[in-house]
């Protein structure tokens, strides 16, 4: 079993609406990153946290340390929003930066 | 600032055939990383250096080797290519120091082994 967890695999919304995109993990961390991979490939870091919340524009990250979740959220998507959404972790203890990926969730917004 | 830059974006290999990806970075930081990326199981580590000098063995180690040239340059090479190593690779770096840092990663290098 993966020790972090994404769903869905897969969304598909319309221009406009509200996205959730949630993490779940099974170990201690000390900080929870969203990367975000365009269609061509490319990644780029979105969020890093390790509490509360963070806010960049139309995308609010969530986490819940107590109940090992955390969450992106998309309001107002746009079809440019339509990527690969990474989660991945830094365990806990760990001071060598190495990150614990989750399969990523494809999200697509039609026009 | 280049950021991180990776060479080359594709290639095609036989099998048993070597080669080495180079990656470099021009933000100073400490630590690198070599990933790959295969459909359905996200990006998994190879090998990383927490400082010039260093290295150490990630998740899917086996079949590669890697050098920290300098506190720049972080090179992965593969001695005899299988086909089980096509993949994506890429390269990423971010400092480490007692707070941790976002990752920077490279744009990618699609490898087909033949």
């Known amino acids: 079993k993966n020790e972090v967890e994404q769903s869905p695999q897969n969304l598909t919304a319309q221009e406009g609406e509200f996205i959730t995109i949630n993490c779940s993990y099974s170990v201690g961390i000390s900080a929870l990153h969203w990367l975000q991979q365009h269609p061509g490939g490319g990644i780029v870091s979105l969020f890093m946290l390790s509490s509360g919340k963070k806010k960049h524009g139309r995308l609010i990250a969530t986490i819940n340390i107590q109940e090992k979740h955390s969450s992106l959220h998309i309001t107002a998507s746009h079809p440019r929003d339509s990527a690969v959404y990474i989660c991945?972790?830094?365990?806990?203890?760990?001071?060598?930066?190495?990150?614990?990926f989750g399969r990523g969730t494809q999200l697509t917004v039609w026009p | 600032n280049a950021g991180v830059t990776q060479t080359p974006k594709f290639q095609v290999l036989k099998t048993g055939q070597s080669m080495t990806l180079q990656c470099a970075q021009d933000m100073n930081h400490n630590s690198m990383y070599w990933y790959r990326q295969d459909p359905g199981m996200g990006l998994r580590l190879i090998y990383y250096s927490a400082s010039e000098g260093t290295t150490d063995k990630g998740e899917v180690p086996n079949g590669y080797n890697v050098s920290r040239l300098n506190k720049r340059e972080f090179s992965l090479r593969l001695e005899s290519a299988a086909p089980s190593q096509t993949s994506v690779y890429f390269c990423?770096?971010?400092?480490?120091?007692?707070?941790?840092?976002?990752?920077?990663f490279g744009p990618g290098t699609r490898l087909t082994v033949l």
């Open positions: 991945a972790v830094n365990r806990g203890g760990s001071t060598l930066g190495r990150l614990y």
């Open positions: 990423a770096s971010s400092y480490t120091g007692v707070a941790y840092n976002e990752q920077f």
